[in-house]
């Protein structure tokens, strides 16, 4: 929930623009009357973006001119817009190019000729440049720019720019060679991406030495014996996989280091119920929600994770030197926090922060989507804070330095001990906005609480010390 001070200036006559659109009504208009009207929104969504740069610009320099950090006023527009930090520097690098140093392209925003999207384009691809550069950039796109579409204007935007400095755009090129990295991003249904950035050359040639493997998969070894090449080549045939699938499933199995067939080893954080896990135990069918969650990346259907968990103690069974891990989660009675654990340490270690990483998988202040890789104190240890679950909050590394500027005040609100609801905590920016935040759901967003017990009893399990480790 978001809270902010009395309307008052500005701020009263843009709120009461966004009345009148809620109460535009589409029954009684002609198809040609609503096409236009979503042209004349289209242009006001312009002209919004070009006051919206025009004062975080202004908020930003300000601060600068002083001789003062921008990092608070960055983090208060940043819920403002309610986003991420890195996507508010993102529009504040845009609104102060555009404002100081393309004119033409910050006038065609303010008269809504062109969108949000393709004014960063330009300031994107002309970052590079010198100022002066830029501003001729700027110029000579001005009779065109309200007529191309993404990637004709980003394309005239890098020509022209080459045109001008070519030495700065070689150069852009050789410094993103130090930008090469991997990252992993949660896709629909259960997949996820596996991007990696890097160098053309190098990209192109993985990527030709699998292909290249792919060719030969079906090939079998003319030399070998008879009843080899027999279970060779039915095990060939017995392969249906795409080639997209393949190459996938090749590139995953060298990447972990995976035998062919070897599930995932690597310790998966999998949160489930005792219903989701062991279903048998509880009517023999699998509950209403049966769904499993991996924290900080999304669901999966429960039959999966209970196939996952499975493959892994066959896999056990055969090799004597494998282990697996299971771990116990404990959460209030109604399924949606974890039972908090408390430490008479100063910093969260051991069980409580692995605690903290399963409540808290993302920082938690609003919008920002950044892992939580800082375990904070939310009220400080130096001002009596005690490190416990109640007292801990995840927090992104710039949000945990952001919430020690002055005029930044966070406290908790609900210690989600006491059965009323999630662990909340309140943050209160130097402008006076108020914003709440609660942990996640720990079986993920999206979750909703059970219906009352049917009458079904719960059972104690109690599982074989070889095999699993049980830990709260």
């Known amino acids: 929930m978001e809270g902010t001070p009395a309307l008052e200036g500005p701020e009263v006559q843009v709120r009461s623009v966004v009345s009148s659109l809620a109460r535009l009504d589409p029954e009684g208009l002609t198809q040609g009357e609503r096409v236009a009207a979503v042209s004349a929104l289209e242009a006001v969504k312009g002209a919004v973006a070009a006051a919206q740069a025009r004062l975080t610009a202004a908020a930003v320099v300000d601060r600068e001119a002083l001789g003062e950090d921008s990092r608070s006023v960055r983090a208060d527009l940043a ?65 065109t720019i309200g007529s191309l579409g993404d990637r004709a204007l980003a394309g005239a935007a890098r020509r022209a720019g080459a045109a001008l400095d070519a030495e700065s755009l070689a150069e852009r090129n050789r410094r993103a060679v130090a930008s090469r990295r991997m990252s992993v991003r949660a ?85 489930m119920t005792d219903t989701v896990l062991l279903p048998a135990a509880f009517g023999g069918r699998a509950p209403d929600d049966d769904v499993a969650v991996i924290p900080g990346w999304g669901p999966i259907p429960g039959s999966e994770a209970r196939a996952h968990l499975a493959a892994l103690l066959d896999h056990a069974d055969a090799d004597d030197q494998s282990t697996v891990w299971l771990r116990r989660l404990f959460t209030a009675p109604s399924g949606r926090d974890l039972v908090a654990l408390d430490s008479k340490r100063r910093r969260f270690l051991g069980g409580l922060r692995r605690f903290l990483e399963l ?93 009352p017990d049917d009458g079904v009893p719960r059972v104690d399990f109690a599982f074989p010390t070889r095999r699993f480790e049980l830990a709260a």
């Open 79 to 143: 819920l403002a817009r309610r986003c991420s930090p890195t996507v508010a520097d993102q529009h504040v690098g845009v609104a102060k190019a555009l404002v100081g140093e393309m004119p033409e392209t910050m006038a065609a925003l303010t008269r809504g000729e062109i969108s949000e999207r393709r004014a960063m384009i330009v300031v994107r691809e002309t970052a590079c440049l010198s100022v002066e550069h830029r501003a001729e950039v700027d110029r000579r796109l001005a009779p």
């Open 187 to 271: 896709a629909a249904d259960g997949m996820a991406w596996l991007s990696i950035l890097g160098p053309m050359k190098d990209v192109i040639g993985a990527h030709v030495a699998l292909t290249a493997e792919e060719s030969r998969r079906h090939q079998i070894d003319p030399d070998l014996p008879a009843e080899k090449w027999e279970a060779a080549a039915a095990a060939a045939r017995a392969d249906a996989r795409g080639r997209g699938a393949w190459l996938a499933d090749r590139a995953l199995e060298l990447l972990s280091g995976r035998a062919k067939g070897q599930p995932q080893p690597v310790e998966v954080n999998l949160v």
């Open 359 to 451: 409540r808290d998988p993302t920082c938690r202040v609003p919008w920002c989507d950044a892992p939580a890789v800082e375990a904070d104190h939310v009220e400080a240890v130096h001002d009596g804070g005690a490190t416990t679950g109640a007292n801990a909050g995840g927090m992104c590394t710039r949000h945990n330095l952001v919430k020690e500027e002055p005029g930044w005040h966070v406290r908790v609100e609900s210690t989600g001990l006491d059965g009323t609801g999630a662990h909340g905590i309140r943050i209160t920016t130097p402008t006076g906005r108020v914003h709440d935040s609660a942990a996640p759901p720990v079986l993920g967003e999206g979750w909703s609480e059970p219906e």
